[in-house]
T-cell receptor, first 114, second 113 residues
Framework: DTEVTQTPKHLVMGMTNKKSLKCEQH?????MYWYKQKAKKPPELMFV???????INESVPSRFSPECPNSSLLNLHLHALQPEDSALYLC?????????????FGEGSRLTVL | KQEVTQIPAALSVPEGENLVLNCSFT??????LQWFRQDPGKGLTSLLL?????REQTSGRLNASLDKSSGRSTLYIAASQPGDSATYLC????????????FGKGTHLIIQP
C-alpha cells in the first residue's frame, strides 16, 4: 500500500472560518510533509514533520497551523485565511526525513477561500 | 539555493513518438532525483526515483537518466500514448537528505491521438 489519503478533497471557507485538512498514511513512514501548489506552479514546501516533531517551517504564516497527532496522521489547521491562500494543498510522506527514499503524495485538498 | 529548470515548458506530439523531457539543477550535491506525473487538479504520482549514485532507472516505457556532475536528468518516454498526457515534474532532494524536494516548473505534455 503506497497510498496517502487526504480529506476533504474540496473545501470552501470564508475568511473567518476555522477548518482542518487531514492526511493519513499507513506505510510506516516517519516523515510527513505539507506542500502548497498554486495553479500552473510547482509545489512549494510548507512544513516537514520527522518522527512526529516539526522539523521545518518554511516561514509559513501562523494562520496555518500543522499538527502531527501520531505517526500516521498529519493535520493542517486553517484560521483567518486570505483569498490568496486558495490553492491545492498536498500531503506527502517518506520513510524518514534522512532516508534516500521516495516521497509519496496524496491527491490533495483543493481549498477556496472566499 | 537549489534551482531546478525543466525544458520544454510544453510539448505536443503525435501518438507513438518517442520523446525526451529535460531537467537541470544548479547544485550537484543532491541526494536523489524524482520524476512525477500530475494530471489536472490531481496529486503527484511518483514515476521514477534515481539515487545520486545511480545513472538511470527504468519502469515500463519510461527511462530516466541522471548525470549528477553536469546537473542534468532526462526522462525518456517510449511509444507515447494519449494517456501519457499530463504535466511531468522533476524534483531534487538536496544533499544531506534535507528537507523535502525542490521542484521544477514542469513540462506540460500533450499526446495527440
Amino acid at each position: 500500500d503506497t497510498e496517502v489519503t487526504q480529506t476533504p478533497k474540496h473545501l470552501v471557507m470564508g475568511m473567518t472560518n476555522k477548518k482542518s485538512l487531514k492526511c493519513e498514511q499507513h506505510m510506516g513512514h516517519r516523515a510527513m510533509y505539507w506542500y502548497k501548489q498554486k495553479a500552473k506552479k510547482p509545489p512549494e514546501l510548507m512544513f516537514v514533520y520527522s518522527y512526529e516533531k516539526l522539523s521545518i517551517n518554511e516561514s509559513v504564516p501562523s494562520r496555518f497551523s500543522p499538527e502531527c497527532p501520531n505517526s500516521s496522521l498529519l493535520n493542517l489547521h486553517l484560521h483567518a485565511l486570505q483569498p490568496e491562500d486558495s490553492a491545492l494543498y498536498l500531503c506527502a510522506s517518506s520513510r524518514s526525513r534522512e532516508n534516500t527514499g521516495e516521497l509519496f503524495f496524496g491527491e490533495g485538498s483543493r481549498l477556496t477561500v472566499l | 539555493k537549489q534551482e531546478v529548470t525543466q525544458i520544454p515548458a510544453a510539448l505536443s506530439v503525435p501518438e507513438g513518438e518517442n520523446l525526451v523531457l529535460n531537467c537541470s539543477f544548479t547544485d550537484s550535491a543532491i541526494y536523489n532525483l524524482q520524476w512525477f506525473r500530475q494530471d489536472p487538479g490531481k496529486g503527484l504520482t511518483s514515476l521514477l526515483l534515481i539515487q545520486s549514485s545511480q545513472r538511470e532507472q527504468t519502469s515500463g516505457r519510461l527511462n530516466a537518466s541522471l548525470d549528477k556532475s553536469s546537473g542534468r536528468s532526462t526522462l525518456y518516454i517510449a511509444a507515447s500514448q494519449p494517456g501519457d498526457s499530463a504535466t511531468y515534474l522533476c524534483a531534487v532532494r538536496s544533499g544531506g537528505g534535507a528537507d523535502g524536494l525542490t521542484f521544477g516548473k514542469g513540462t506540460h505534455l500533450i499526446i495527440q491521438p
